[in-house]
C-alpha cells in the first residue's frame, strides 16, 4: 500500500494517561500534516511539517500534544495527561510541495481516540 | 484568520437529480479550493480542486465553481447515483505559503433510489 498509513488505528484510554500516534506518509512527500476531526465536524488543523521541520502549530494545540517528524519520514503524535475532551479522530495527511503544483493532500485513515 | 461556512448541512435528493452546495471563504488569499469527499467510517477522499485562477472546472458528473469576488465556490454533482452519498467537504488554503487547509463543517449528502 502505497499511500498514507497511521496506527493504531483505534486507542482507547483513560484520563491522564500519555497516547502516541504515528504517521508514515506517502514516501515522496515533503509536507506532513496533522489534523483533529470530531463528530459531525470537518477536520481542524492542528500543525504541519515540511521536511522535519515544524513550521506551523495551531492554537488548538495545546502544551499537553507535541509532534515529531525526525529525519523528515514518519511522524508522531504525543497527547500528555489526556482529557476526555481530547476524544477524537486524528488524520495525518501528506503533500508534495513544489512550485506550481496542486498540491494535494492525501489523507490517512485515522486513529480514533477515545478517553474514558 | 481564514473561515469557511457551507450550507446546506444536510441533503436529500432523488437518484438522477442534480446537487449544489455552496461554501464561503473570508480570507482574500486563498486561493487553492479543494473538495473532499468523506464516507462513513473513511479517510476524506479529494475529488476535485480549483484554484482561483480558474472560474469553473468540470470532471464527469461532478464540477466546481469560484466567484473571487464574492468569495464563494460551490460543488455541483449531476446525475445522482445511491454511491454518491457521504459527507462532503469544501476547503479553502493559501498555496505556496504553509498549505493547511481550512474546512467547512461538512454536508450530509443522501441520494435516494
Known amino acids: 500500500d502505497t499511500g498514507v498509513s497511521q496506527d493504531p488505528r483505534h486507542k482507547i484510554t483513560k484520563r491522564g494517561q500519555n497516547v502516541t500516534f504515528r504517521c508514515d506518509p506517502i514516501?515522496?512527500?515533503?509536507?506532513l500534516y496533522w489534523y483533529r476531526q470530531t463528530l459531525g465536524q470537518g477536520p481542524e488543523f492542528l500543525t504541519y511539517f515540511q521536511n522535519e521541520a515544524q513550521l506551523e502549530k495551531s492554537r488548538l494545540l495545546s502544551d499537553r500534544f507535541s509532534a515529531e517528524r525526525p529525519k523528515g519520514s514518519f511522524s508522531t503524535l504525543e497527547i500528555q495527561r489526556t482529557e476526555q475532551g481530547d476524544s477524537a479522530m486524528y488524520l495525518c495527511?501528506?503533500?508534495?510541495?513544489?512550485?506550481?503544483?496542486?498540491?494535494?493532500?492525501?489523507f490517512g485513515p485515522g486513529t480514533r481516540l477515545t478517553v474514558l | 484568520g481564514e473561515n469557511v461556512e457551507q450550507h446546506p448541512s444536510t441533503l436529500s435528493v432523488q437518484e438522477g437529480d442534480s446537487a449544489v452546495i455552496k461554501c464561503t471563504y473570508s480570507?482574500?488569499?486563498?486561493?487553492?479550493f479543494p473538495w473532499y469527499k468523506q464516507e462513513l467510517g473513511k479517510r476524506p477522499q479529494l475529488i476535485i480542486d480549483i484554484r482561483s485562477n480558474v472560474g469553473e472546472k468540470k470532471d464527469q458528473r461532478i464540477a466546481v465553481t469560484l466567484n473571487k469576488t464574492a468569495k464563494h465556490f460551490s460543488l455541483h454533482i449531476t446525475e445522482t447515483q445511491p454511491e454518491d452519498s457521504a459527507v462532503y467537504f469544501c476547503a479553502a488554503s493559501i498555496s505556496g505559503s504553509q498549505g493547511n487547509l481550512i474546512f467547512g463543517k461538512g454536508t450530509k449528502l443522501s441520494v435516494k433510489p
Open positions: 495527511a501528506s503533500s508534495y510541495r513544489l512550485a506550481g503544483n496542486r498540491e494535494e493532500q492525501f
Open positions: 514516501s515522496e512527500h515533503n509536507r
Open positions: 480570507d482574500s488569499a486563498s486561493n487553492y
